[in-house]
């Protein structure tokens, strides 16, 4: 072979990008050698620095190196085989990424070509991850940045050019390397392609939000994972796992993405409230588990662009990273190997399931129960229980004139998400079973994706009494149901028989025919059987009654069913003199689900309502110590309006040194609040969101491109007063300017948290420009928005003026942190030296008043 003497382009690279005249002449040089290449067939499939030589170190000499795993044109479609090569992560094709190799031709190669330009001109990767998993993701979701956004000197025709290359489809991108110099020879010819245009910005607000999503990642042992972007991928043939998770996944409402690597990727997102989506998805990493028990299974969630398309963003890097960490410290005592699961997952899953601490900041989901008796947890210790007595006192008291008295009872708990319904239940139950020591209780829990299936919510209680769990055998199973049915001693043998068979339906745990005449019958029979499960479960109640007093208890009954409910309204009604009571727990829109629950029976409801706030100041200082000054224990309690869950995690949050973001678990609580609210509305909160809890109307419409005035306000605005997420004020900051609040900072939170990165640059740039219109003489305001803008050279600026103003207010302390801030951000020469001047002005001062405040303690 020839010898060849210099370095490779990653070489080069590595030292410094190439300028403009050399980049375009390595395109050239490339483009021509993979022009030679495609007009015979051959499509080289790795290209990437490292396999481009720079002879003699002079880009003249390019030569395109390692056709090692080229293919054919005509052998492109054939199947994909174990270990075969695809390309490298960084710069390989979408079409490569996800195993589509009838796809492949000579425009993987000009995509792969692309990335290399767009190194070359910008000094950087196009797409970046440190763990090949979500830089997948990315190559397949995410556009790279335009080369004009890092390197603006770059020509417009040149940055759309790139921009053709790296598109996501094939179709878009020049067809081989000729076609590539035919289109550098049109940019040559073309006399106004040396001209910069300005930069494209977004100049409104757009309709994407960023959404709480969870992610379930797993990849089998057998596929080594890639631990650099530079390195040349093993492909992964299609595996059972892949295939057996487009079944299993739909019942959890799953998007399934497989991966290149190996890895398969199951997004959840939309399903509801935060902790029901993480829930679902903590089932669907189970059961992922317990389909192929030596693939290692992680959980995360977190924020991403929710568009029905495979997330990017922090969930997914965090997704990779713990996937790397599960695969580098496999536990296979343990079969199906643990889910790892992040701190956020943690938060939103209660004590239903099975979990322990695993690396910092890591726990392993081990098991879901049917409906544990642990309380919540907070800090590693049960969460104290304050500010719900007299609920507590009443239910007890109706629970226990149930048990005495001359009738059942049924009881109703109503309230939103995170109030305390679980928790109250928990205490109430530990409370009787110490009074009651004969009391039987029978828990029961209600799903959203089994919602409407007929004896959904009865089956859990029945299932958690026996002790039945779903990867049990039938015969074990069937077992377990007998067992439950033998402790109703008034029963005889072949009484127990029957009524197990009947109660097999309403689990789900089939008894064969010959188990009871009565059954055989039914079995011909689906009236007779409709007829006869109603009798066998009364009978069963009745005689489980005799033994003592029983407690139903059924949680989330707004994703019940109505066959459960019809069948204990009538136990209500038929045990009139038995020791019976049921306890319904539900979210407030119960009522609207099921109109007419109960058919007559007597309920007694109860509606929880926001926690006291002197309850609330009982929880923080239990936890967090009465060291926390009184107004950071006021804040929190305001921050988290009186819902127990919210205050928790904002307990959590400061413990952890996290006090000045808000945690994701309570964003996504708040996220199912805003779901409700039409889309255009959601566009209109997200810009208001950037001013800050008070916005004013023009000031947001301007924001969304429309500062004339267009009948968005007209008719969102109104219609969020009266469902009370906004409240308009009498005075304005500015005049002639309507002035609006959010009537709750969570709200505004859970907006804000919703914008992408772009969005929020643009905004507060916005934000920016029209506060100055208005007159805004704050310059600390105007810096944080031109800050957060992207504009530092103007944030430079008002920091400097903020900075003036401190030291006029005679606060020296505030200005050194203004003139730090305007420093950190890389000021010109004379402004940093009034900022240098500043900063020691006011250090002195301090200096001074440190020393005074000395003196005065010594005296």
């Known amino acids: 072979m020839e010898w060849l003497e210099g370095e490779s382009l990653a070489q080069r690279l590595a030292r410094q990008k190439l300028d403009l005249e050399e980049s375009l002449a390595l395109l050239r040089a490339a483009a021509e050698a993979l022009g030679a290449a495609h007009a015979r067939g051959v499509v080289h499939r790795d290209v990437k620095p490292s396999n481009l030589l720079l002879v003699g170190g002079e880009v003249a000499g390019l030569k395109v190196l390692d056709f090692g795993i080229a293919r054919m044109k005509r052998t492109i479609g054939a199947l994909t085989q174990t270990g075969s090569v695809m390309g490298t992560p960084g710069y390989m094709a979408p079409e490569q990424a996800t195993g589509e190799r009838d796809r492949l031709d000579a425009r993987a190669d000009i995509f792969s070509l692309g990335a290399v330009l767009f190194e070359c001109l910008t000094g950087r990767p196009a797409f970046q991850g440190q763990h090949v998993m979500a830089l997948l993701a990315k190559l397949l979701m995410e556009d790279p940045p335009r080369v004009r956004n890092l390197r ?14 790296l598109a996501k489809d094939p179709e878009q991108r020049p067809r081989d390397g000729s076609a590539v110099i035919e289109a550098l020879d049109a940019l040559e010819r073309d006399p106004t392609s040396g001209l910069a245009a300005p930069p494209v910005l977004y100049e409104a607000i757009t309709a994407c939000e960023l959404r709480l999503l969870s992610l379930v990642a797993a990849r089998e042992p057998r596929f080594a994972p890639c631990d650099s972007a530079a390195s040349t991928l093993v492909a992964a043939e299609p595996s059972d796992l892949t295939r057996k998770l487009y079944m299993s996944a739909q019942p959890f409402g799953a998007r399934v993405d497989a991966l290149a690597d190996g890895t398969i990727v199951l997004s959840i997102a939309g399903v509801g409230d935060a902790a029901l989506q993480a829930a679902r998805a903590a089932r669907c990493a189970l059961k992922l588990g317990e389909l192929v028990p030596e693939a290692s ?151 959203s994706l089994s919602a409407g299936s007929p004896f959904s919510l009865l089956g859990s209680a029945l299932r958690g009494a026996a002790g039945i769990t779903g990867g049990e055998p039938a015969p074990a199973q069937r077992e377990r149901l007998l067992s439950l049915v033998a402790r109703a001693q008034a029963l005889t043998p072949g009484e127990r028989t029957r009524i197990a068979a009947f109660l097999g339906e309403i689990v789900g745990t089939p008894f064969p025919g010959e188990a009871d005449p009565r059954f055989l019958a039914a079995r011909q029979s689906p009236a007779l059987m409709a007829d006869q499960i109603p009798l066998a479960y009364l009978d069963f109640m009745e005689a489980a009654c005799a033994a003592g007093p029983y407690l139903l208890v059924l949680e989330d009954i707004q994703w019940g069913d109505a066959a459960s409910l019809k069948l204990i309204a009538r136990v209500l009604r038929e045990l009139r ?59 929190l309690v305001e921050r988290a309006s009186g819902n127990a869950f919210y205050l928790e995690e904002l307990i959590r949050a400061v413990a952890e040194g996290r006090a000045d973001r808000l945690p994701e678990t309570i964003l996504g609580m708040v996220e199912a609040r805003l779901e409700a609210i039409p889309a255009e509305a959601r566009r209109l909160l997200r810009a208001a969101s950037i001013f800050g809890e008070a916005f004013w109307k023009t000031g947001a419409l301007a924001l969304l491109g429309d500062a004339g005035g267009s009948t968005l306000a007209v008719d969102w605005l109104p219609w969020m007063l009266q469902r009370e997420l906004l409240e308009r004020r009498e005075q304005s900051r500015f005049s002639d300017e309507e002035e609006y609040a959010f009537r709750h900072a969570l709200i505004r939170d859970g907006c804000y948290a919703m914008l992408p990165d772009h969005d929020r640059a643009l905004g507060h740039r916005l934000a920016a420009e029209w506060l100055l219109q208005a007159g805004e003489h704050d310059a600390k305001v105007l810096a944080e928005h031109f800050e957060r803008g992207g504009e530092p050279r103007l944030a430079v600026e008002f920091y400097l003026h903020a900075a003036e103003q401190a030291l006029a207010g005679s606060d020296p302390a505030a200005a050194r942190a203004l003139a730090d801030r305007g420093l950190a951000l890389g000021a010109e020469r004379d402004v940093e030296a009034v900022l240098r001047g500043i900063r020691e002005g006011a250090s002195r001062a301090l200096g001074v008043a440190d020393e005074r405040a000395a003196l005065s303690s010594r005296s």
Do not use: C
Request: aromatic share 6%; proline share 9%; net charge negative.
């Open 152 to 165: 603006p000197e770059v020509p417009q025709e040149l940055d759309d050019f790139v921009a053709r290359m």
């Open 577 to 635: 003199d038995r020791p019976f009571a049921v306890l319904y727990l539900a979210r407030v829109e119960v009522r609207k689900v099921f109109p007419v629950l109960w058919e007559g029976s007597e309920v007694h409801e109860i509606t929880l309502g926001a926690l006291p706030r002197r309850a609330a100041e009982e929880l923080v200082r239990q936890i967090l110590g009465d060291g926390l000054p009184p107004s950071e224990v006021a804040r």
């Open 297 to 447: 299974v992680v959980l995360t969630t977190g924020r991403a662009e929710h568009t029905g398309s495979l997330p990017v963003g922090p969930v997914m890097d965090r997704a990779a990273a713990l996937l790397a960490l599960a695969e580098r410290d496999a536990r296979p005592e343990r079969s199906p190997a643990p889910v790892w699961i992040d701190d956020v997952t943690r938060a939103l899953l209660d004590a239903r399931f099975e979990i322990e601490p695993a690396r910092s900041g890591t726990f392993f989901l081990l098991q879901e129960r049917e409906v544990g008796r642990s309380a919540r947890t907070l800090l590693g210790k049960p969460s104290p229980y304050v500010g719900r007595d007299r609920e507590l006192r009443n239910l007890r008291e109706l629970l226990e004139d149930s048990f005495g008295g001359p009738e059942p009872r049924a009881i109703l708990i109503t309230g939103p998400p995170g109030i305390g319904k679980s928790r109250l239940r928990y205490e109430l139950i530990e409370i009787l079973r110490e009074r009651h020591p004969e009391l039987t209780v029978a828990v029961g829990r209600g799903d």
